[in-house]
Nanobody
Framework: QVQLVESGGGLVQAGGSLRLSCVVSGGIFSINAMGWYRQAPGKQRELVATATSGGSTNYADSVRGRFTISKDNAKNTIYLQMNSLKPEDTAVYYC?????????WGQGTQVTVSS
């Protein structure tokens, strides 16, 4: 059974950094794609960053140049490095993978950026 567990969220001042982690049970060696999404209060869930097994990455315009998605196969972990955080980055962040043509989601981790 595939399970995703995010961690690394918290409260940070504007301009600060956080690194989110997503541990994937069952391994990430066979995933087709991975991504991070976020949902702010009263808003729809939106794409933050995605990456394919072929190495292609895609970032939301609002985070490009500040956020970086990566993975460590040995640790079965997907990361989202977030730098130069802004108050508008405040949201619950969700990890997502596509494996064997099925999408899996984590439970989310809260990121709050104070001004």
């Amino acid at each position: 059974q595939v399970q995703l567990v995010e961690s690394g969220g918290g409260l940070v001042q504007a301009g600060g950094s956080l690194r989110l982690s997503c541990v994937v049970s069952g391994g990430i060696f066979s995933i087709n794609a991975m991504g991070w999404y976020r949902q702010a209060p009263g808003k729809q869930r939106e794409l933050v960053a995605t990456a394919t097994s072929g190495g292609s990455t895609n970032y939301a315009d609002s985070v490009r140049g500040r956020f970086t998605i990566s993975k460590d196969n040995a640790k079965n972990t997907i990361y989202l490095q977030m730098n130069s955080l802004k108050p508008e980055d405040t949201a619950v962040y969700y990890c997502n993978i596509e494996k064997y043509f099925t999408n899996y989601w984590g439970q989310g981790t809260q990121v709050t950026v104070s001004s």
